[in-house]
């Protein structure tokens, strides 16, 4: 009965149903997969933070009192793990009158799709910085350009979506020199090797820089990059001559996470003088997977969950709380299920604000380590196989990518 193509175009590629949420377009979107499959990872982005769920079988069934739960006067887009399911859902639907498309290749495709949101910085700031978010997956990197050179350094991009990085020096016409990791990503495949190849030319070979924790256990005897830096507690990157990061050692989710406090130079008159000084307020703190702007940083991935929970009390309380609380926090991540990303709207907060938002950080060490180690999620699928391959900085092959980075991220801890 259900057998018949639709007419027409069937598919939806995952940018065009973005740019449709963005403009607001009149759309219901129809998940079509198991309630396990739904609990586990959906589509949250603007108002379609709960898409309606009806698994395909149920649709079999005709009922009539399930189909008023799918309105005849909105362009229905269903969705599945890879397209499969959410066709043979739009083939259905499409007998019955309804408008409907399937998203190409699923959740899947939907893992590729960004969004990117400028960060406010002092008009007189010499520098500017972009946020990248992976919608899907909650990753997040960030781009920091310097006004004075049009140069710019990247931090913790992610592989599946590294033509946004790209975009962004393309359209603001400055050229990407330097890339960073905060840590080993467990969940995702860093970027830097997919971007480093993609920019890399024969003139410009000796001006890309790649900086890497020096306490992690990189082995990079087979890579193909070039001028691997590894940093210490305490170095500085100059993104130009008035704008640097300090890496800052916060050991917890990782043992060689780093975190990067970018300082800027600020020349104002002081009794006739000329002063240079380092930016003391509004600092940005780009925290990786060690801080988030409603939770902590898992400690379990290395599997020494209870040595790097006190590790990771140890960061907050003897470093990161102990930075002004106008600190404004830039993580590598955000909880899809906690928050529902909008278009262009950054995700930061003020450190006075998460020390008041996250409970754990005002927990003694005894009861932090306790709350921690008692509160293990699933990890991260292929989570093993993934941090090999950030750990080598091999380029991976794209037909892999989709499964391997399937599901949402679960960096994070929750009070």
Not at 67 to 94: D, F, Y
Not at 101 to 113: L, T
Not at 207 to 226: A, F, G, M, N, V
Request: aromatic residues 8%; glycine residues 4%.
């Amino acid at each position: 009965m259900y057998s018949k193509a639709i007419k027409g175009n069937q598919e939806i590629d995952p940018d065009e149903l973005k740019k449709k949420i963005d403009d607001n377009a009149n759309i219901f979107l129809l998940d079509v997969r198991t309630p396990q499959e739904y609990e586990a990872w959906r589509i949250s982005y603007e108002k379609y933070d709960n898409p309606k769920l009806i698994p395909v079988d149920r649709l079999f069934m005709n009922d009539p009192t399930l189909l008023k739960e799918i309105p005849k006067e909105k362009e229905i887009v269903t969705v599945c793990a890879h397209g499969n399911r959410s066709m043979i859902a739009a083939k259905i639907l499409h007998q019955l009158g309804y408008n409907v498309k399937s998203v190409k290749g699923g959740m899947a495709g939907w893992n590729k799709v960004y969004d990117i949101a400028e960060i406010s910085v002092p008009k007189e700031a010499p520098f500017k910085i972009w946020q990248i978010r992976r919608i899907s997956k909650g990753c997040m990197g960030y781009i920091i350009s310097s006004e004075e050179d049009k140069t710019a350094t990247v931090i913790d991009p992610s592989r599946e979506i590294y033509e946004s990085f790209l975009k962004i020096a393309q359209d603001n016409e400055f050229q990407i020199t330097q890339l960073l990791d905060t840590h080993q990503h467990a969940d995702h495949v860093s970027g830097i090797v997919k971007l480093v190849k993609t920019i890399t030319t024969e003139t410009n070979m000796e001006q890309i820089r790649i900086y890497c924790s020096s306490l992690e256990d990189y082995e990079t005897s087979k890579t193909e990059l070039k001028n691997i830096m590894y940093v210490k507690d305490g170095d500085k990157i100059d993104i130009d001559d008035k704008v640097t990061l300090r890496a800052i050692h916060t050991p917890g989710h990782t043992n060689g996470s780093m975190s990067f406090i970018l300082e800027y130079s600020t020349n104002y008159n002081n009794n006739n003088n000329n002063v240079n000084d380092k930016n003391p307020t509004n600092s940005y703190l780009f925290t990786g997977d060690t801080l988030f702007v409603d939770g902590v940083g898992r400690p379990d991935l290395r599997d020494q969950t209870k040595k790097f929970a006190e590790l990771l009390y140890n960061t907050y309380h003897k470093k990161i709380l102990q930075l002004p609380d106008d600190t404004i926090v830039l993580p590598a991540h955000f909880n899809g299920t906690s928050i529902a990303l909008k278009h262009t709207v950054p995700i930061l907060e003020t450190l006075g604000t998460i020390k008041k938002r996250v409970k754990l950080l005002s927990m003694t060490k005894d009861e932090f380590i306790d709350y921690i180690v008692d509160t293990v999620q699933p990890r991260p699928g292929n989570y093993r196989t993934i941090i090999s391959i950030n750990k080598k900085m091999l380029l991976q092959d794209e037909i892999e990518m989709a499964d391997l980075e399937a599901g949402p991220n679960s960096c994070a801890i929750s009070s």
